[in-house]
């Protein structure tokens, strides 16, 4: 048997920076936010072994073309030389990962990987690192470059403890050297820092960050603080807002600010908030620290508590992130609950700006259903109005189930001053259905098109016989459709007819439509199934008797002209009740069109010839 020989995997560390540049980060421009970060690291990491430590970072640009160069400096707890070669030799290894070394505890860092200095190399040819340990030791200097060589040497003078890396630009990277770009990637990083972030170009130096506000410590502050919260979120997520509400957790260890978007947004459009772990910028885009239906708000958040993924962009989907969405959830609509009971303009203000959210919230929760059931605005048959308004009007509400249905008997139920609501639209059937159960006094029901009838004046017996031969002609053309034809009186009187289903004969359109549009063998298929339906699959024409076209219609049978005119009525009907047509039905309107053009042009061309 042959031995085996053991090898160590050889990593080419151009590739693995290139993996970095176009899978793990977005934009090379987070080497700067992975800097912050682990000079963020180091301060913390000080700062628990020297309590009251007060940490700064200083950011120094100097030189043009090819010796623009970046310097950043921390005063934190430094490296010795021992720690270099452990935690910067070794990549993918971090230097947080020890509970027994100066900087323990995964939760007071940000860095975790190991990997995030490497990232400098996607802007730069070379790493220069000056370090001074607050354990002591002489002070060191690393240099890295990117072919995985480098080099360390003691420095003959002794630094302050602390951190400076120098990073000297590639031509393509001059644009990330810039000091406006620079200063406004500070700021963007780093605006919740408690320490400053000063930068240092041409011999100006000014600071990035302002004083971080007490309310960063206690959300709950800044309700008494609108002015000075509404800036800070207009500068930081660049719109300009006319609410929030703070949020926290009962842990204490996640906060933030949820402002009301100024504006309505589309279900569809992802919800991004910006958040900040220890202060320092993990994502802009975080998609799943907040609960789905909280889309009318953009958040600030700050958290200690959550775990960042490799990229350090956004967090783990794991229990704490799920603890944290629900409580941070549970703050914003206790916030609109507050509202509700005291500020109750204000909660207008921000409903019939973002019903749609209040709405997927209210299906959610019924209590908050009730608390705000009376503001949530519907579309019905009295125009687009308040809840309650229509409650106020009248104790049943008739809904529909789809916009569909609600077209078919809107102008019927509309002119009889018949209240429908129209709940074909997202959330609405359902709080429809639950709206009993948070409103005394009140009861829904659906409404189907065919019930509408039932709000029709009926036609006495004698007038009906009037009408026996018309009505034979007219059930006979439509007997192909399977529809029949009934009279009655409804308003609006210059509606002639109105087409309505039941959901036994919609089911059986539907089946015959796709039929149609399938092949041979599903057809079948399809056609065994309607034959089932059988009789309950009639649809009814209902012809308006208060309309002068069909009392005409209908006081003079023609054997020829009756049946198209009901033909032609009926797939108006069709049409004005947005109700797809099959094959059969749209060659019934092509040739009745021809006809009615044919006999108007023969109407007008007899008399001229008689004149001859």
Wanted: charged fraction near 25%; charge should be negative; include cysteine.
């Amino acid at each position: 048997m042959t031995a085996s020989n053991e090898y160590r995997f050889q990593v080419n560390l151009s590739g693995m920076i290139q993996i970095l540049s176009n899978h793990l980060y977005s934009s090379p421009k987070v080497f700067l936010r992975e800097l912050m970060q682990n000079a963020t690291d180091a301060i913390t990491g000080r700062a628990e072994v020297e309590p009251g430590f007060k940490g700064n970072v200083r950011v120094e640009l100097t030189g043009t073309g090819e010796q623009l160069t970046m310097m950043v400096e921390d005063n934190g707890v430094g490296l010795t030389e021992a720690d270099i070669h452990e935690f910067l030799a070794m990549i993918g290894q971090s230097s947080k990962r020890d509970p027994q070394s100066l900087l323990q505890g995964e939760t007071s860092f940000i860095g975790r990987f190991g990997i995030g200095l490497l990232s400098c190399f996607m802007v730069s040819n070379e790493i220069v690192m000056l370090t001074q340990s607050v354990k002591g030791g002489p002070s060191m200097e690393w240099r890295g470059k990117p072919d995985g060589t480098y080099t360390i040497r003691q420095l003959d003078t002794q630094l302050s403890p602390g951190t400076k890396v120098y990073l000297r630009s590639t031509p393509e990277a001059a644009h990330y050297f810039e000091k406006d770009y620079v200063q406004q990637a500070l700021f963007y990083y780093g605006a919740l820092l408690p320490y400053p972030v000063t930068i240092d170009s041409e011999g100006v130096q000014s600071i990035v960050n302002a004083e971080s506000p007490d309310w960063l410590i206690a959300p709950e502050r800044a309700r008494g603080r609108k002015a000075e919260v509404l800036a800070f979120g207009e500068r930081l997520l660049g719109e300009k807002f006319q609410d929030f509400i703070p949020l926290t957790t009962a842990s204490g260890r996640t906060g933030g600010i949820a402002y009301v978007l100024p504006h309505a947004v589309n279900l569809n459009v992802k919800r991004s908030h910006r958040v900040y772990l220890k202060r320092m910028l993990v994502s802009e885009k975080a998609e799943n620290i907040l609960p789905e239906w909280a889309f009318f708000v953009k958040c600030l958040i700050w958290t200690d508590e959550l775990q960042p993924t490799a990229s350090r962009e956004h967090f783990y989907e794991n229990e704490k992130l799920e603890e944290v969405r629900s409580e941070l959830g549970d703050a914003l609509r206790q916030g609109l609950a507050d509202m509700a009971e005291t500020q109750t303009e204000r909660l207008q203000k921000i409903i019939r700006l973002h019903a749609l959210s209040m709405k997927a919230l209210a299906v959610e929760d019924m209590e908050f259903f009730r608390m705000i059931h009376r503001w949530l605005p519907f579309d019905s048959t009295r125009g687009h109005r308040e809840l309650g308004e229509i409650l106020d009007e009248q104790e049943t509400l008739y809904f529909t189930t789809t916009v569909d249905e609600y077209r078919q008997i809107h102008h019927v139920a509309s002119a009889q001053s018949m209240l429908v609501i129209n709940g074909g639209y997202i959330y609405d059937s359902s709080l429809m259905e639950s709206l009993p159960m948070v409103a005394e006094n009140v009861k829904t029901e659906r409404i189907e098109p065919d019930e509408v009838s039932m709000s029709f004046t009926d036609v006495p017996p004698a007038e009906r016989n009037r009408y026996y031969d018309a009505l034979r002609l007219a059930d006979s053309a439509l007997q192909r459709f399977r529809c029949r034809a009934e009279v009655k009186g409804f308003k609006p009187t210059d509606l002639p007819v109105l087409f309505t289903l039941s959901q036994e004969s919609s089911t059986l359109r539907a089946l015959e439509k796709a039929s149609e549009e399938t092949t041979d063998l599903f057809s079948s298929v399809l056609g065994s199934l309607s034959s089932g339906i059988g009789s309950a699959g009639y649809s009814t024409l209902y012809l308006n008797v208060s309309n002068p076209v069909i009392q005409r219609v209908l006081t003079s049978p023609d054997a020829q002209m009756t049946p198209i005119a009901i033909e032609m009525l009926y797939v108006n009907a069709l049409m004005m009740g947005h109700y797809p047509m099959n094959r059969q039905e749209l060659e019934v309107m092509n040739q009745g069109i021809v006809r009615f053009i044919d006999w108007g042009l023969q109407a007008n061309t007899k008399p001229q010839e008689g004149n001859e």
